[in-house]
């Protein structure tokens, strides 16, 4: 009987020790907030913010351009013959589109260069969390900043040293 005990608690006790071996370990980090603090995002946000004040300006000039032309038009509307004024119309329907399209194309250009000048910072952030999560053992890093409840270790500072910020 001592010895089925024995067996039994031996056997509890192996079981248990695995069961713990067995838990992931979990770590946590605000992607985001290193983002916003990585130098390099800091640089990118420069750029980006040069280009859509370039696009911004070359739309102003095209709308103040628009919104003269309009009150010259309106106001030699009274004067000129029928054909003028339809002809007009057309031009401020062609011009109203070429404005239209501008914008979307700026936008448009302004994500693709967003892309092409953050995927990098993005990826060298991952690539960091990532040695540093294996270095330190975990088998999960999670982003904290869809966690509701973020307990456990987190990385931010270890990631930071790593990024060399």
Known sequence: MKQIK??????????????????????????NDLLAKMPEMTSAKAQ?????????AEYGTMVTEYQTKMKKYEGEAATATEAVNETRAK??????QRIQQYRDTAQKQ???KE??????????????IVKVGKAKGFQYVMDSASLILADGPNLFEDVKKELKF
């Open 6 to 31: 024995t067996l039994l608690i031996a056997a509890v006790m192996f079981f248990g020790a695995s069961t713990m071996n067995a838990q992931t370990k979990t770590a946590h980090i605000d992607v």
């Open 48 to 56: 980006l913010d040069k280009l859509s004040k370039t696009f911004d």
């Open 91 to 96: 031009e401020m329907q062609d011009m109203g």
């Open 110 to 112: 302004l994500q693709e």
């Open 115 to 128: 892309m092409e000048i953050v995927k990098p910072i993005m990826d060298k952030a991952k690539a960091a």
